[in-house]
């Protein structure tokens, strides 16, 4: 990312990817998600998922980490050429959050996000707005498991 003014719309960035293994997904959902199917292999079977799949709050929370991850990254390389860095704040919301398909033991998830819209907040000098749409892909097969919209905050350059 650059500057609010540099940032530009409707380019993918890929924020990476992430290997799901079983004990995460088990751990996760013990202490956020627990719900059978992401808990106890023997019972996902029986259930609707047919199979031990990791929470969709657990793709989402990889999304997350991975996207402050690039942002760091990109913050680094920005200041190291000597350009402006944009300072994110918080996000007001998501909009069409969407588990399309089980993420299972094993499954590498590729995750990736585009800044669809940007505007300068009328509420609230020196902060922009940029609207993101971000997908999540199962390797190799590139069946998407994950999708949102999201509304970022960002600092402008006249605060």
């Known amino acids: 990312m650059t500057a609010f003014e540099d940032i530009e719309t409707d380019r993918w960035q890929d924020l990476g990817t992430h ?33 031990l799949c990791a929470s969709g709050w657990h793709t989402a929370a990889v999304f997350m980490r991975l996207n402050i991850d690039h ?15 944009p300072v994110f704040g918080p996000s007001p ?5 969407k588990w399309t398909s089980p993420v299972r033991p094993g499954d590498v998830v590729r995750y990736r996000q585009r800044v669809t819209a940007k505007r300068r907040s009328a509420s609230r000098p020196g902060w922009g707005l940029l609207t993101t749409e971000v997908e999540a892909v199962r390797e190799p097969d590139g069946e998407r498991v994950f999708s949102m919209g999201a509304t970022v905050m960002v600092r402008t350059d006249e605060a």
């Open 93 to 97: 919301g998501v909009a069409d959050l």
């Open 19 to 51: 290997r799901f293994e079983a004990a995460d997904i088990v751990e996760f959902a013990r202490r956020y998600d627990p719900q059978p199917f992401h808990l106890d292999a023997e019972a996902a079977k029986r259930s609707v998922l047919g199979g």
């Open 71 to 85: 942002q760091q990254r990109e913050a680094a390389r920005l200041s190291a050429a000597g350009r402006a860095v």
